[in-house]
């Protein structure tokens, strides 16, 4: 598939997934080890589940979890105060000749999946599912 079929399609291209992940690895790591003194921060344990990098790699909006998902919009304030080092520290680390603009938003796919567990598990979802006629029966 070619580069621009992705971008046509939306689909990430492998070197955007790359990055993204080298992005969220180093993202984890200095969360992990405590590199950014800021008291919100310190206070809550935060998770970095994924990264989306822009297709010319110039944004990377990295999704963060707090553990519990308390003070959520708290961390993603501090995260955004610390930016520009976050920035100049994952470029750094990563060795890349341009760092990528960093934005941060809340990682909300727990609060899908949970969602979507609840519609299926509906009444009127499963009476659906269970007077549907069974393909294999032909």
Avoid at 3 to 20: D, Y
Avoid at 21 to 29: G, K, N
Avoid at 39 to 58: A, C, G, N, Q, W
């Amino acid at each position: 598939m070619s580069r621009t079929h992705h971008v046509a399609t939306g689909e990430p291209t492998q070197r955007m997934l790359r990055v993204a992940e080298l992005v969220r690895h180093a993202m984890s790591d200095l969360l992990a080890r405590g590199e950014i003194m800021d008291p919100v921060i310190e206070k809550h344990v935060v998770t970095v589940p994924r990264v989306r990098m822009s297709p010319d790699l110039k944004l990377a909006t990295v999704y963060v979890m707090s553990l519990g998902g308390k003070d959520t919009n708290g961390v993603l304030e501090a995260l955004e105060r610390h930016r520009k080092h976050l920035r100049k520290e994952i470029a750094t680390k990563l060795n890349l000749k341009f760092a990528p603009d960093m934005r941060f938003r809340e990682d909300d796919t727990f609060d899908n999946q949970a969602r979507i567990d609840a519609l299926l598990n509906n009444e009127k979802v499963r009476r659906d599912l269970d007077t549907a006629p069974d393909k294999d029966a032909d």
